[in-house]
């Protein structure tokens, strides 16, 4: 049976499942966008890391010829063999690395807190509440265009810290971020209310019996 992507059910939205077997169907929160349950990266995330690994290798090479070269004093062939070497030793094992920390990731959100696994040799799980989520942007880079794919960076209010979610569908990453900007400005529109509600009973219990409206027919005192 193929699964549908949760994110194909939002509000507001006519999205079509780029990849109808790439993540499973998980239950979702009443927002319709937003995983309840533990959910993993788009697989399309894992080859725009894998390129720019690969992209990233001629630098490698560059630097550790010029190193071979200098530092070691080796013939220029020696050199560029060194360089080739090292290039292909530390590409191999980033190789690696990407697809560990890709399966490795998780997210979801639940009534309080956004939650984000991740790592590598080292596991990292970050939370985040839900009521200090400042401002959510989204953001796609040369390469994640290519692949369809779009970066969600929470800012978390009271500080300068700052919590990437790589490798989500572009179209989902825009409905996540309308869902949790729908969650802020629902915030908002509450403390509104509760402080003008606030200000009002303060009024109210702050008004001297001196000055009390006159009754029908009786003339205010001068």
């Given at each position: ?77 020696m050199a560029v063999g060194a360089g080739a070497a090292v290039a292909v030793l530390i590409g191999a094992v980033e190789w690696w690395l990407d ?41 796609q880079g040369p390469l994640e265009r290519r692949h369809g794919v779009a970066t969600l960076t929470l800012h978390v209010a009271g500080s300068d ?62």
């Open positions: 049976m193929t699964n549908v992507p949760p994110w194909t059910a939002a509000r507001g939205h006519d999205i079509a499942p780029v990849m109808p077997d790439v993540l499973p169907t998980t239950p979702v929160l009443a927002d319709d966008v937003l995983p309840a349950a533990p959910t993993p990266l788009d697989p399309r995330a894992l080859s725009v890391q894998r390129t720019a690994t690969l992209l990233g290798a001629p630098i490698v090479l560059v630097v550790a010829t010029a190193i071979a070269r200098v530092a070691l004093d080796l013939p220029w062939p697809g560990v920390r890709h399966r490795r990731w998780r997210w979801h959100v639940d009534d309080v807190a956004i939650v984000l696994a991740r790592g590598g040799i080292v596991r990292t799980e970050t939370t985040i509440p839900r009521f200090r989520l400042q401002h959510v942007d989204v953001s810290a700052e919590h990437e979610l790589p490798g989500l569908d572009a179209a989902w990453a825009a409905a996540v971020r309308e869902a949790l900007v729908r969650t802020l400005h629902a915030r908002w529109v509450a403390e509104t209310v509760a402080a003008a509600e606030a200000t009002d009973a303060g009024d109210v219990a702050h008004v001297p019996a001196s000055g009390a409206a006159p009754a029908a027919g009786e003339a205010a005192a001068p």
